[in-house]
């Protein structure tokens, strides 16, 4: 069982429980109270339908696709990306579900983010490719304490800090790994940046969620800070593919 809760710089205030077993159900998504409004079948609801198109064929091969479609003020940034390690294919169900669902949740909404598992979809009237995205972000753990958390804290900190590292200078922005803990017990992790921040900007990002730790998980059991562009994931069991 997942508790979620919104960050602090989330505009939206949620408590939500989440069963989060298979990928294909969101994680949380976000209809932006900034952006403007648009109607069906106007210009922005076509750049839309455009705009996600493009995402379909571009995300898969690369795990990473941006796009944007016509002219201000109608025009449409979007961005997708994959989890490092999921397939060309699973990334393309993901991406396509997304598009549908974000549709569905946030209709009429000129921005929105949503979150799986496997995949990240936004869109946006303003052009946010290249910065980091300090309004979206949610926290999800695992309601399970750990009985010492000040040295798990630390070993989850040792090792998503590691991660962190490794993800800024990668080509993918991205990076799993484990540390063994006590008992032949294993501590999992996961770092990822979306490919349009530079990696300086990636390692900010990633540091920023690094440092939300305490607020979102103290010992909890497993957690995530997911952000618009950047997400950090601890757990006791590997949830990766291989
Ligand atoms: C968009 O519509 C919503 C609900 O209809 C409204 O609350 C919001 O103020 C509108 N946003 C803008 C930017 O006009
Ligand atoms: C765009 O709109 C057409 C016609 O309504 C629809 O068939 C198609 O699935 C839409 N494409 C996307 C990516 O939503
Ligand atoms: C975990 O710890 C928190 C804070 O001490 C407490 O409120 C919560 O009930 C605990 N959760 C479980 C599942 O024991």
């Known amino acids: 069982m997942y508790f979620s809760r919104s960050a602090p710089l989330c505009l939206l205030s949620f408590t939500l429980l989440l069963h989060i077993v298979v990928g294909l159900h969101p994680l949380f998504h976000i209809c932006s109270s900034l952006a403007g409004n648009y109607t069906a079948d106007d210009t922005f609801d076509m750049n839309l339908n455009k705009s996600m198109g493009s995402l379909f064929y571009k995300t898969p091969p690369t795990g990473f696709g941006i796009s944007y479609v016509g002219k ?75 009985s010492d958390s000040t040295s798990f804290n630390a070993k989850v900190k040792e090792l998503i800090s590691g991660l962190s590292n490794e993800a800024y200078l990668s080509q993918l922005m991205f990076a799993t790994g484990e540390l063994e803990l006590e008992k032949s017990k294993k501590l999992y992790g996961l770092t990822q940046c979306t490919r349009d921040l530079s990696s300086i900007d990636c390692k900010k990002c990633l540091d920023g969620a690094i440092s939300e730790l305490p607020s979102c998980c103290d010992g909890k059991q497993g957690g995530r800070v997911v952000g618009g562009s950047c997400n950090i994931r601890y757990e006791l069991y590997a949830f990766v593919n291989a």
């Not at 109608?74 to 699973?90: E, F, K, N, Q």
């Not at 979150?115 to 303003?126: A, G, I, M, T, V």
């Open 72 to 146: 201000d003020p109608d025009r449409v940034y979007g961005v997708a990306i994959c989890r490092g390690d999921v397939s060309s294919a699973d990334c393309k169900t993901c991406v396509v579900e997304a598009s549908s669902e974000i549709r569905k949740r946030c209709t009429n909404n000129e921005g929105a983010i949503i979150w799986y598992d496997n995949c990240l979809l936004k869109y946006s009237n303003e052009e946010f490719f290249g910065k980091i995205d300090n309004r979206n972000k949610v926290y999800l753990y695992n309601i399970n304490n750990v």
